[in-house]
């Protein structure tokens, strides 16, 4: 029996830091939007944000005009990020994207 809970404590642990561990390696991407109409297709820059590799969440409402970016490692960079959101309806007046530092 002490052998079972040994090994039930062990599991956890070894789940508990595995996730842990990838946490670690997660990275948050503030962008600050722009374009005069950039708040009519926040559904398109979401979209536009998740077909990039390594794009695990992104949050458009906590902060209004800026996209929370979390990434997965170092699969994509800052700039892909700001280039998939200024592709959304062409550049412009439509939207545009920085990247906070």
């Known amino acids: 029996m ?3 809970r040994i090994g039930l404590v062990c599991m956890a642990i070894g789940i508990g830091c595995g996730s842990w561990a990838q946490a670690m390696t997660d990275r948050t991407v503030m962008l600050m939007l ?3 109409y950039c708040d009519l297709y926040l559904g398109n820059v979401e ?3 998740k077909q ?3 794009v695990k969440a992104v949050d458009l409402k906590s902060m209004k005009r800026h996209a929370i970016v979390t990434l997965e ?3 994509s960079t800052t700039k892909q990020l700001a280039d998939a959101v200024n592709g959304v309806k062409g550049e ?4 545009s994207a920085q990247v906070m530092k």
């Open 52 to 54: 990039i590799a390594g």
């Open 92 to 95: 412009g007046w439509h939207c």
């Open 73 to 75: 490692g170092d699969k």
């Open 47 to 49: 979209s536009a944000l």
């Open 2 to 4: 002490d052998k079972l």
């Open 34 to 36: 722009g374009g005069q």
